[in-house]
């Protein structure tokens, strides 16, 4: 039998695909977020890096990538237009010159304030659907995953585990 052979019993069901059914997921309750959050300008990965900055104050950009599970390509084109809209700052350190840091404007803190509620709405709704254990349930397994050894294959780094924040 070839490698090329594409017949049903080489191929498992897509109910027993990890990475599928977690894009999937992700894919679904980041659409509902968005869906939530639109009234606001944001979008939820800019809601989560606006969160973070008013969490822990000014971050250098690798940082940030690092504690939202991000390569630094995607949070560069997520952080650009918080930038172009006045909600973030991107300066250079005070302790080295040769690296940014993102720093949360007075307009991003309020744009935060005002998405606040509708992310508390989204998130209650959330818990509402698919019930406030099963979902606590949800948040620590999947906290587990992304706190796991998983590291792609001829990868020599290791990859962190983020802070939790339960605001973003």
């Not at 950009?61 to 949070?75: G, H, K, P, Q, Y």
């Not at 294959?153 to 290791?158: F, H, L, M, N």
């Amino acid at each position: 039998m070839s490698t090329t052979d594409r017949s049903p019993q080489l191929r498992p069901p897509l109910a027993e695909c990890s990475c599928l059914a977690l894009r999937q997921a992700a894919r679904h309750v980041t659409q509902f977020y968005d869906h939530c959050l639109a009234p606001t300008g944001l979008r939820t990965t800019q809601y989560s890096i606006l969160a973070r900055l008013r969490r822990f104050g000014p971050m250098p950009i690798n940082a940030l990538a690092a504690e939202l599970v991000m390569d630094r390509t995607t949070l560069g084109r997520n952080i650009l237009p918080l930038e172009r809209d006045g909600l973030i700052a991107i300066v250079k350190s005070t302790s080295d010159r040769r690296q940014k840091e993102l720093h949360l404007t007075d307009t991003g803190a309020a744009r935060l304030r005002r998405a606040r509620p509708r992310w508390t709405a989204a998130q209650s709704r959330f818990e509402a659907t698919f019930g406030a254990d099963r979902a606590s349930e949800l948040r620590a397994l999947l906290g587990a995953v992304v706190a796991g050894e998983l590291v792609p294959s001829g990868s020599t780094a290791a990859p962190t585990a983020p802070t939790v924040d339960h605001d973003a």
